[in-house]
């Protein structure tokens, strides 16, 4: 089933991008279409992009896009921002399959993977995307989770946590860095995804992406 969920998250994959202190534009994030005119990231995303004085662009399969944030809530890091006109189109047919949605609160135990794109350059000399799973609650103010398996590094931050049934789970929002603590070894640090869920997102909202999901149903095959 994870073969199946990573293969449609690898085609509503995107990339949140702004312009660097070198006034260069730069990748600081990553999300997932929702529709095709929304995407969600994450909150310190597109605050650190603003923060800089940047237009907030999104890469998507048909080009990059100037956005607007449509809705954001800091304490669970979650932002739905809305794409405008392309500034440079690809070749290439837009995304028309999207995610559906889970209201399901991480739990302990849950299975989980993640199209998390290392953004390194394999044999082949492109970039790859790596779906990792299992996940462990951790507690916090906010409802946010850590995955007891996988790997998570600088942006990392808004990549999409789905369940095996290709339902979108959350986000991850950061990391939580550890070191095991084993007698006469060296202490090793590890770093695991930390997730938020979907809960703070507003019921209008939802009903936004559904419109837009329904003014631009799949083409026929």
Wanted: glycine share 8%; proline share 8%.
């Amino acid at each position: 089933m994870f073969q199946q969920a990573a293969n449609l998250y690898k085609q509503c994959a995107t990339s949140v991008y702004g312009v660097t202190t070198q006034r260069k534009l730069g990748r600081f994030g990553q999300g997932c279409l929702l529709s095709p005119i929304h995407a969600i990231t994450c909150e310190h995303v597109v605050s650190e992009i603003e923060r800089r004085g940047s237009q907030i662009l999104v890469v998507q399969p048909d080009g990059f896009f100037h956005c607007k944030v449509l809705f954001r809530d800091a304490a669970s890091d979650i932002a739905i921002i809305e794409t405008g006109a392309s500034f440079h189109p690809f070749n290439q047919l837009p995304c028309e399959v999207f995610p559906g949605f889970s209201r399901q609160i991480p739990s302990l135990g849950m299975t989980v993977g993640y199209p998390a794109k290392l953004f390194k350059n394999g044999a082949d000399n492109k970039e790859h995307a790596y779906p990792y799973c299992s996940s462990y609650l951790f507690e916090s103010d906010t409802p946010l989770w850590v995955l007891s398996g996988g790997f998570a590094e600088g942006g990392f931050s808004g990549c999409p946590v789905f369940k095996p049934d290709s339902e979108l789970l959350g986000l991850i929002v950061g990391v939580v860095t550890m070191h095991s603590i084993v007698q006469d070894v060296k202490p090793l640090p590890y770093s695991f995804p930390k997730i938020t869920g979907l809960s703070a997102i507003k019921t209008p909202v939802w009903k936004a992406i559904a419109d837009a999901r329904a003014a631009s149903p799949p083409s026929s095959p």
